[in-house]
């Protein structure tokens, strides 16, 4: 086996555990005296340092073994919590995530953290004991309990797992001459551990460098193939203590314990004698000399859980896929929602009976595990909102402002290929509101405001849309001075500018190269920013709008679709072409006669309800050529929208609303104006997808 085959689970398993002890630092500094969350950031920094050694990323290890050092004599009360040691502790989280970062990224995850060891060395040197003395110490008294424990129960003491025919015995009385131990070792696996080979494989990795492999229980090959429940056996000769042996075993991931047996010469030597004794009579045999027994420190969860399994409640089952496979998965399913579409037009033709029959169930079986399919897709935002504590935490102490960041609706789903997108946005959003928009303490405290602002996050779904909100109860938005800005850079004309409503200024704001920043910092304040938030978000088929009233805050809405591999649309033709426009962008659809369209500054546009509409001829954009020219007094015209703005698109008909899988132009077909890609219509034609967003630009 090779390393590699796990890299992917090493990755992502660091991830998580980077993720988990920067929330649990974030409620250490809410909440100092608590060393039970020091006991959790502890653990997962021991998981992550034993899961690190093992792959072979030693600066990674290292690294987190001194993190350890300093959170281990803050668990035993040797170094109390301040605001500088969580500092340091804060930036060796970000170093190893920048580590494991480089690691995903093909590198070899090394990275020059030589002045965040010096800090974390001189806060382990203020204090009267070393954590490395500290943390032996305390597993050594943990052994020592366990084996006190064994020992007040002599009737329980562990027997030989392993049957050893005569060579293998040879072995072990020969190992012991030459001065080395001859142990069985037991692991035991967490029931909810994943990828149980892997965890194997690191044992064997620990074990075959500190001496050699006898022989296992179940056999390499089933190990390998997983056919065993929870624990294995291995029959070790090594020069290595039991206790070694064990804290080594330990600082895998997923290990819930190990018992290390010390295998006494003598029993090999009286049972040689006597070969056809009964099995039973040499299990009876008093076979251990010492026993050391390790314990993870997550191991009462897994009693409770164990307990719950007896009682009769399920336990919760999951297991890692690879997005790739789910990608692949989605692009089959799309494929038969493509036949989908043509059996029910061919049945619609034939309009056979059992035909039309078969065909509704099928299309209802379809519905079911179209719905399952996506919602294997579907991703909690939390993936993306749980990297935003801790950067507000460090723009905060930056910009030397008091700000609480408030999450709500981590919950919420949305689709891994909209979640990939949505990080980058959102990072730019939460920068502006905590630079732009939350003033400083002294400027807030001469308003009668908290010193401290408040940041929202929230997501919550509405229809087939996700919405996710930024709310800060800062400056709000100036629009003077936005105004007085986007009139110097030539983004607007005065004559522009006298009938623009609030919205629309405020909008202003997400223009290309905009910014009020007075002083250009690394926050923000160098013109970019908000209109790349703003290309992303409709890229993905959504749209930001912004409220704001000056000196109460503001509000970033952004409106995401749920998905955007299959989508509804309404099909309009032109001449004999067919085309597909996203329902998300639709109003509704009209029918206007020739006489409505009027002419205002070289556009032509109609009256809807009272607002002004202009008019965008399809077959024009598209240069659809026509046999003769439609002539007939009226107009077919779908009514979209862009945030504020409004167009009607003219077309010569409508064919009725339908799902449509969404499929890409190629390589070849790029920066197509005005679409956004194609579909295969039951039957067979191709229909291109019209991008509204570009259309009204």
């Known amino acids: 086996m090779e390393l590699n085959q796990y890299l992917e689970m090493f990755i992502e398993e660091s991830k998580e555990h980077l993720q988990a002890c920067s929330e ?67 930036e060796s989280v970000d170093h190893l995530e920048e580590m494991v970062f480089d690691i995903a ?29 500290e943390e032996i110490m305390a597993e050594q008294e943990v052994a020592a309990a366990v084996v006190a424990t064994e020992l007040e129960q002599p009737a329980q003491r ?56 006898i022989k296992s229980s179940p056999t390499v090959d089933k190990l390998e193939e997983e056919q ?34 010390k295998i006494s010469r003598d029993v090999f030597v009286t049972k ?76 619609g033709d034939v309009n056979h009976g059992e ?106 779904h509405s229809g087939n849309y996700v919405f996710i909100e930024i709310e800060d109860d800062g400056a709000g938005i100036n629009r003077e001075k936005v105004l007085a800005k986007a009139l110097s850079k030539g983004i607007v004309t005065h004559e522009q500018s006298l009938t623009m409503t609030d919205k629309q200024i405020n909008e202003l704001i997400m223009a290309s190269g905009f910014s009020t920043a007075d002083v250009i910092s690394d926050v923000s304040g160098r013109g970019v920013g908000l209109d790349v938030v703003k290309t992303t978000i409709e890229s993905l088929g959504g749209n930001i709008s912004i409220e704001s009233t000056q000196n109460v805050g503001s509000v970033f809405s952004i409106q995401l679709p749920l998905t955007l591999s299959i989508i509804s649309v309404m099909l309009v033709e032109i ?32 009256d809807f309800r009272g607002k002004v509409v202009p008019l965008v001829f399809l077959e024009e954009i598209f240069e659809v050529p026509r046999a003769e020219q439609k002539d007939d007094g009226f107009h077919s015209v779908v009514i979209v929208r862009k945030g504020d703005k409004l167009a009607g698109l003219v077309v010569d008909s409508f064919i009725g609303q339908q799902e449509i899988v969404l499929k890409s132009l190629g390589n070849y077909l790029t920066n197509i104006f005005a679409i956004s890609g194609a579909t295969i219509l039951g039957n067979g034609k191709v229909a291109l997808i019209v991008d509204c967003n570009a259309l009204m630009k």
């Open 24 to 90: 649990h630092l974030l409620e250490l500094e809410k909440n100092p005296e608590d060393l039970t969350i020091v006991g959790e950031i502890f653990r997962s920094a021991h998981t992550l340092k034993g899961m690190a050694a093992t792959m072979g990323f030693e600066d990674l290890a290292d690294l987190t073994h001194k993190m350890e050092n300093i959170l281990d004599a803050i668990r035993n009360s040797k170094i109390k919590v301040n605001a500088e040691i969580l500092d340091v502790v804060f």
């Open 105 to 133: 990224d093909g590198g070899d995850g090394k990275r020059n953290v030589q002045a965040t060891v010096e800090k974390l060395k001189r806060i382990e040197a203020g204090e009267p004991a070393t954590t490395d003395t």
């Open 158 to 213: 562990l027997e030989l797992k392993l049957s050893y025919d005569d060579f293998e015995k040879t072995v072990i009385l020969q190992s012991s001459e030459q001065d080395f131990n001859a142990f069985e070792i037991t692991v035991f696996l967490r029931e909810d551990c994943l990828l149980k080979a892997a965890r194997v494989f690191m044992v064997f990795e620990i074990l075959e460098k500190n001496g050699d492999v």
């Open 228 to 261: 065993f429940d929870s624990e294995f056996h291995v029959a070790f000769i090594s020069k290595e203590s039991a206790e070694d042996l064990q804290k080594m075993l330990m600082k895998v991931s997923e290990v819930d314990r190990v018992v290390v047996n």
């Open 272 to 347: 040689t004698t006597a070969i056809d004794v009964p099995v039973e009579e040499v299990q009876s045999q008093p076979a251990v000399q010492e026993t050391v027994t390790a314990v993870s420190e997550e191991q009462p969860k897994t009693a409770a859980a164990k307990n719950n399994n007896k009682s009769g409640h399920a336990s919760s089952k999951t297991i890692r896929v690879n997005i790739e496979r789910l990608d692949i998965l989605m692009n089959l399913f799309e494929e038969l929602a493509i036949d989908r579409g043509r059996l029910l037009t061919i049945a």
């Open 355 to 460: 035909l039309n029959e078969t065909v509704e169930r099928m299309s209802r079986t379809m519905g079911d595990l179209q719905n399952i399919v996506l919602t294997m897709r579907m991703v909690p935002v939390d993936t993306v909102f749980n990297r935003f504590p801790k950067m507000v935490r460090q723009l905060s102490r930056d910009l030397n402002k008091k700000i609480e960041l408030n999450i709500v609706g981590a919950e919420t789903e949305l689709d891994r290929t909209v979640i990939d997108e949505i990080g980058d946005p959102l990072v730019h959003l939460i920068r502006n509101s905590v630079d732009h928009g939350i003033e400083s303490p002294e400027v807030r405290r001469a308003k009668g405001k908290p010193e401290e602002g408040t940041v929202e996050l929230r997501a919550y």
């Open 575 to 606: 001449e004999n072409e067919i085309y597909a426009i996203p329902l998300s962008s639709i109003i509704e659809t009209s029918i206007i006669r020739h006489s409505d369209i009027l002419n205002a500054h070289n556009q032509k546009v109609i």
